[in-house]
């Protein structure tokens, strides 16, 4: 009895590119694009309380804020898990 072996073909060189665009990163940048859009459609000036001073400031700074602190705490809650 012969046995065949089968090689597969060269890749090409992108082996260490295949995880890159997946079906999750493609949604997380989606999500990423429309949050910015809302936040920058928001232009108006608003009112802000933290505790006690009451700070007057574009919408879209206090919207991006709150969106950069939230992403920061879900990088260190994802960097503790590991």
């Not at 295949?18 to 999750?24: D, I, Q, R, S, W």
């Not at 206090?62 to 804020?65: R, V």
């Given at each position: 009895m012969s046995r065949k072996t089968t090689k597969s073909a060269?890749?090409?060189g992108n082996s260490s590119r295949?995880?890159?665009?997946?079906?999750?990163r493609i949604l997380?940048?989606?999500l990423g694009v429309l949050a910015l859009v809302f936040i920058f459609e928001n232009t108006r000036s608003t009112k802000?309380?933290?505790i006690i001073p009451?700070?007057?400031m574009p919408l879209w700074v206090?919207?991006?804020?709150t969106a950069l602190?939230?992403?920061l705490c879900g990088a260190f809650a994802m960097?503790?898990?590991r």
């Open positions: 060269p890749t090409g295949e995880g890159l665009v997946t079906p999750a997380v940048a989606v802000v309380r933290l009451e700070v007057t206090a919207l991006l804020t602190i939230g992403a960097r503790r898990r």
